[in-house]
T-cell receptor, first 112, second 115 residues
Framework: DVKVTQSSRYLVKRTGEKVFLECVQD?????MFWYRQDPGLGLRLIYF???????EKGDIPEGYSVSREKKERFSLILESASTNQTSMYLC???????????FGSGTRLTVV | AQSVTQLGSHVSVSEGALVLLRCNYS??????LFWYVQYPNQGLQLLLK??????LVKGINGFEAEFKKSETSFHLTKPSAHMSDAAEYFC?????????????FGSGTRLSIRP
């Protein structure tokens, strides 16, 4: 089974901190995605990547950046965390031409 | 631009009753359509996918969905609800011409099952 592993299930950070959310997949998928999930808003795409060192902005990239130095790892970075970034963050991966995403279990981030 | 609209943020049915979760899409070209399910404290998993073969698509756990182009709908159904079906369900759309396979998700419908 494809596994997408997010390094933390729960995180609490202070306003202004730099936050790293890590995601690793083990099936050599080309595409990787970061979403945030908020009640009533569904999943909103923050950034995605379809190759190492490649990144594309999603629908809500403001306040975030990403890094993909290796194919299996896609990191989401909050340069200066703010309370409105309190959310559930979901990572997903898929094959280049495939539409079947495999999701991680999510990281619930609270910024205080 | 593509989008999906899920009608009803919360649906409650009795155990054994029909489940109907509604989804309408907007797309300029025939899209790929999906239903994903999210159980508490878990990520999303694929229930079923429409790719332009049969318009009635069968998925896991007894769920199915019918693609109706004239109605731009892709509603999810299950004949008889089970307590284990309680979860959040997301309809999603993807442009079949997109090389990056980007998927747009709806806002989700929480399904509750009454004993």
């Amino acid at each position: 089974d494809v596994k997408v592993t997010q390094s933390s299930r729960y995180l609490v950070k202070r306003t202004g901190e730099k936050v790293f959310l890590e995601c690793v997949q083990d099936m050599d998928h080309e595409n990787m995605f970061w979403y945030r999930q908020d009640p009533g808003l569904g999943l909103r795409l923050i950034y995605f990547s379809y190759d190492v060192k490649m990144k594309e902005k999603g629908d809500i990239p403001e306040g975030y950046s990403v890094s993909r130095e290796k194919k299996e790892r896609f990191s989401l970075i909050l340069e200066s965390a703010s309370t409105n970034q309190t959310s559930m963050y979901l990572c997903a991966s898929s094959r280049l031409q495939g539409q079947i995403y495999t999701f991680g279990s999510g990281t619930r981030l609270t910024v205080v | 631009a593509q989008s999906v609209t899920q009608l009803g943020s919360h649906v409650s049915v009795s155990e054994g009753a029909l489940v109907l979760l509604r989804c309408n899409y907007s797309s300029s070209v025939p899209p790929y359509l999906f239903w994903y399910v999210q159980y508490p404290n878990q990520g999303l998993q694929l229930l079923l996918k429409y790719t332009s073969a049969a318009t009635l698509v069968k998925g896991i756990n007894g769920f199915e969905a019918e693609f109706k182009k004239s109605e731009t709908s892709f509603h999810l159904t299950k004949p008889s609800a089970h307590m284990s079906d309680a979860a959040e369900y997301f309809c999603a759309v993807s442009d079949r011409d997109s090389s990056a396979s980007k998927i747009i998700f709806g806002s989700g419908t929480r399904l509750s099952i009454r004993p």
